[in-house]
């Protein structure tokens, strides 16, 4: 990153944390050659991110009116959805305080009533249920280190299904080697009846878990690709490529 200019420079007991700009992008990063959250200034909505634009394919199948958000970041799933849907009303869960700070200073979050942000462990605020069922429920935690280790067990899982509606649909931010984990699959299977997932060209795994009827085969829809193709700003076919049901080899 080495044409990029260092706008800012923090840090918590969770580690370091840099803005990073280089006149067209903005990066927040937690870490050397780390890219937590990446943003066009002129056009915030557009996700720059493959695995953020493949945690949005599941608007194919359910059009939401709520949402949650665990890790904010820099707000990428914030600008689209906004854009995607203005009335949505979005929750954000975010550890460090300083992020949400930092999403607002640097990275044009759209702030406003429809918008709540919650400094709070993510496991700390399902396990409290404090809040109203949510439409879809996405999970995108990492530190400089990787995934959040508490993503991938049962207490987690069963807490994300009770967190939403009947026919919510549950979007998980992974690593591909989780694409091989016998117990994490285990774990969506004893909650979910359709567990689907894809692996983007970044080396991330995105799962998708619900138990509406009609399951997510309508992410597969190249009439419904094209549509939210046009309103994401996003070739949506060229990020779910290898879309299909999680099973173990």
């Known amino acids: 990153m080495s044409d990029y200019k260092v706008l800012f420079t923090g840090a918590d007991t969770f580690g370091d944390i840099f803005v990073l700009d280089d006149g067209h992008f ?24 493959i695995y953020v634009q493949a945690m949005l394919t599941v608007l194919m199948v359910k059009q939401p009116k709520s949402v949650i958000i ?25 550890l460090r305080e300083q992020v949400i700070h930092i999403a607002k200073r640097f990275f044009q979050l759209p702030i406003g009533k429809k ?10 605020f399902l396990t409290a249920g404090e809040f109203k069922k949510a439409d879809v429920m996405f999970v995108d935690i990492y530190s400089a280190k990787g995934v959040d280790p508490k993503l991938l067990s049962l207490e987690f899982t069963e807490n994300c299904f009770k967190g939403l509606k ?48 009609q ?8 009439a419904n690709q094209q549509a939210l193709s046009q309103a994401i700003e996003v070739n949506v ?13």
């Open 237 to 249: 076919a060229r990020v779910l490529t290898r879309f299909e049901p999680w099973q173990l080899i």
């Open 26 to 49: 903005r990066v927040l990063s937690f870490g050397d050659n780390d890219e937590q959250s990446k943003m066009d200034k002129s056009q915030p909505f557009v996700p720059q991110h």
């Open 166 to 213: 009947s026919d919510g649909v549950l979007v998980l931010n992974c690593w591909k080697e989780h694409k091989n984990n016998p117990e994490l699959l285990a774990h969506l299977q004893q909650c979910f009846s359709h567990i689907y997932a894809c692996l983007t060209g970044g080396g991330n795994w995105v799962v998708f878990a619900t138990n509406q009827p």
């Open 115 to 124: 918008l709540t942000l919650i400094h709070q462990d993510a496991s700390h």
């Open 70 to 94: 665990m890790g904010l970041g820099g707000g990428a799933l914030v600008h689209a959805l906004r854009h995607y849907d203005a009335a949505i009303k979005i929750t954000a869960v975010e």
């Open 215 to 222: 399951g997510l085969s309508g992410m597969s829809n190249k």
